[in-house]
């Protein structure tokens, strides 16, 4: 059971808008280090086997937030809302959301955001390559001051059965794509995380096949919904959530959206991800949310919605069908589409 432990000073979930948080600096600084909650879970093979264990929690003090203000972006943020995303749920409270986060470089636990204020963000280079026109590097700030950057509010399903509504910072997918320039060879994108065993306690335990690795087609990284995040709750991404780019895919399990990114591939073949590798039989390419396809340990059709003790029913491609499901329309339905 979650144990909720609300305080005087905490804002409702509702509350929690960018503009309302975010507009003065000092006010935010003053909320980014006052308490909060802390939960702590299982990871992302273990958590379902033991659900009641991913859903205790403890209070503690956190400031989970407060390198964001040291952040060389932090000027950009917050950035207006496309009102054309509706979560049609509460945005979940900031301080779970930098909390109770999955970064397997930092260890398999969800508390890891201590862990990950240790990983160094700029300078940070995106390396665009594969099947393009010409490949490069691009500095972060670079990108960030040529795309159209915005916020959206999305609702997050993880595979391990439980969700979260963020609000986003950042640009559409397909912004970077156009920047890209791939050619009519690219069929798929890889994208990599930062691999650094200095700064990743998580990839020094070495059956893991690191770096993570996960993949999309070019028609889903067409997609509208197939967002790059550089900030939440209308500031920088901290370090636990991904910091400084990560992808965001909403109508798919939350592995798919991969953290801290440095290298985005253009390519041929159908790229093997991070946890495919692992345990493909648990964790396909296409991972697109069905609640009528179990994982194969456990039951897919409902979702706990992390910061109320509320279950509820989960929907195909997590609520987003009508902007994706022409995708597989005409898709061999052998493929495992849902999981
Ligand atoms: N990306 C990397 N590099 N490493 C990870 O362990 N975990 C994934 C995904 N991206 C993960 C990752 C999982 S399982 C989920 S549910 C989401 O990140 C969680 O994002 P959040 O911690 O910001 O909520």
Same mark, same amino acid.
């Not at 937030?65 to 049609?88: G, I, K």
């Not at 201590?114 to 972060?140: H, N, T, Y």
């Not at 901290?238 to 939350?254: C, D, E, I, S, T």
């Given at each position: 059971?979650?144990?909720?432990?609300?305080?005087?000073?905490?804002?409702?979930?509702?509350?929690?808008?960018?503009?309302?948080?975010?507009? +003065?600096?000092?006010?935010?600084?003053?909320?980014?280090?006052?308490?909060?909650?802390?939960?702590?879970?299982? =990871?992302?093979?273990?958590?379902?086997?033991?659900?009641?264990?991913?859903?205790? &929690?403890?209070?503690?003090?956190?400031?989970?937030?407060?390198?964001?203000?040291?952040?060389?972006?932090?000027?950009?943020?917050?950035?207006?809302?496309?009102?054309?995303?509706? /979560?049609?749920?509460?945005?979940?409270?900031?301080?779970?959301?930098?909390?109770?986060?999955?970064?397997?470089?930092? =260890?398999?636990?969800?508390?890891?955001?201590?862990?990950?204020?240790?990983?160094?963000?700029?300078?940070?280079?995106?390396?665009?390559?594969?099947?393009?026109?010409?490949?490069?590097?691009?500095?972060?700030?670079?990108?960030? /001051?040529?795309?159209?950057?915005?916020?959206?509010?999305?609702?997050?399903?993880?595979?391990?059965?439980?969700?979260?509504?963020?609000?986003?910072?950042?640009?559409?997918?397909?912004?970077?794509?156009?920047? &890209?320039?791939?050619?009519?060879?690219?069929?798929?994108?890889?994208?990599?995380?930062?691999?650094?065993?200095?700064?990743?306690?998580?990839?020094? &335990?070495?059956?893991?096949?690191?770096?993570?690795?996960?993949?999309?087609?070019?028609?889903?990284?067409?997609?509208?919904?197939?967002?790059?995040?550089?900030?939440?709750?209308?500031?920088?991404?901290?370090?636990?959530?991904?910091?400084?780019?990560?992808?965001?895919?909403?109508?798919?399990?939350?592995?798919?959206?991969?953290?801290?990114?440095?290298?985005?591939?253009?390519?041929?073949?159908?790229?093997?991800?991070?946890?495919?590798?692992?345990?493909?039989?648990?964790?396909?390419?296409?991972?697109?949310?069905?609640?009528?396809? /179990?994982?194969?340990?456990?039951?897919?059709?409902?979702?706990?919605?992390?910061?109320?003790?509320?279950?509820?029913?989960?929907?195909?491609? +997590?609520?987003?069908?009508?902007?994706? /499901?022409?995708?597989?329309?005409?898709?061999?339905?052998?493929?495992?589409?849902?999981?």
């Amino acid at each position: 059971m979650l144990i909720r432990r609300k305080r005087g000073w905490e804002l409702a979930e509702s509350q929690a808008t960018p503009e309302e948080i975010f507009r +003065n600096r000092r006010r935010f600084m003053r909320t980014a280090g006052a308490g909060s909650l802390l939960l702590a879970g299982g =990871g992302l093979l273990s958590a379902c086997e033991d659900m009641d264990g991913a859903n205790q &929690a403890s209070a503690a003090e956190s400031d989970a937030f407060a390198q964001v203000a040291d952040d060389p972006s932090y000027e950009l943020y917050p950035l207006d809302r496309n009102s054309r995303y509706q /979560a049609e749920r509460d945005i979940t409270e900031r301080e779970l959301a930098g909390t109770y986060t999955n970064f397997y470089e930092f =260890g398999s636990s969800k508390n890891i955001w201590q862990k990950a204020q240790d990983m160094p963000i700029r300078p940070w280079s995106l390396r665009i390559e594969g099947e393009v026109e010409e490949p490069f590097d691009i500095d972060i700030d670079d990108l960030l /001051a040529r795309m159209p950057l915005e916020e959206r509010i999305y609702r997050l399903r993880c595979v391990e059965a439980w969700s979260m509504v963020i609000p986003w910072s950042g640009f559409q997918l397909s912004h970077l794509l156009d920047l &890209a320039r791939p050619t009519s060879n690219a069929r798929y994108i890889r994208f990599t995380t930062l691999e650094d065993s200095e700064v990743m306690p998580g990839q020094r &335990a070495g059956w893991y096949p690191w770096p993570y690795i996960e993949g999309l087609t070019m028609e889903e990284a067409a997609n509208e919904l197939a967002f790059m995040g550089t900030g939440i709750y209308g500031a920088p991404l901290p370090k636990q959530n991904g910091a400084p780019l990560r992808l965001v895919v909403p109508w798919k399990y939350g592995f798919k959206s991969i953290k801290s990114v440095v290298s985005i591939a253009f390519t041929r073949e159908r790229p093997v991800s991070f946890w495919e590798e692992i345990a493909g039989n648990e964790y396909g390419f296409w991972a697109n949310v069905n609640p009528e396809v /179990a994982h194969p340990r456990w039951s897919q059709a409902e979702e706990r919605v992390i910061g109320s003790d509320e279950k509820v029913p989960t929907e195909l491609y +997590n609520g987003y069908g009508e902007y994706v /499901a022409e995708l597989y329309a005409d898709m061999d339905q052998d493929e495992r589409l849902y999981r």
